[in-house]
């Protein structure tokens, strides 16, 4: 099992921005790579980044590429994201996983109880 606690959402006015946090515990070394995902309200759960377990690979989503950058540090994620549009209002889940391509889309991850980010206009 792979427990995953975020912290960092709030209340942001556009082109603002905030720094998401996931603290991994438990047994971090069979879902080793990480990624953010995001749930707006009457949509479903949408990718948002994934990283390798090195840092050295990023993947994100096209609707945050050059405004989000996703890192880590061992067992913990970080997604800073800068210039916040009212759309990126969302809970924000972070996921663990043992495979890249299962990562992308969710399949056979841990996840996180998520945090509320709402971005105003």
């Known amino acids: 099992q792979v427990q995953l606690v975020e912290s960092g959402g709030g209340l942001v006015q556009a082109g603002g921005s905030l720094r998401l946090s996931c603290a991994a515990s438990g047994r971090t070394f069979s879902s080793p790579l990480m990624g953010w995902f995001r749930q707006a309200p009457g949509k479903e759960r949408e990718f948002v980044a994934r990283i390798s377990l090195t840092g050295r690979n990023t993947d994100y989503a096209e609707s945050v590429k050059g405004r989000f950058t996703i890192s880590r540090d061992n067992a913990k994620v970080f997604l800073q994201m800068n210039s916040l549009k009212p759309e990126d209002t969302a809970v924000y889940y972070c996921?663990?996983?043992?495979?890249?391509?299962?990562?992308?889309?969710?399949?056979?991850?841990?996840w996180g109880q998520g945090t509320q980010v709402t971005v105003s206009s």
């Open positions: 996921a663990a996983a043992a495979s890249w391509p299962n990562l992308k889309v969710g399949e056979g991850a841990y």
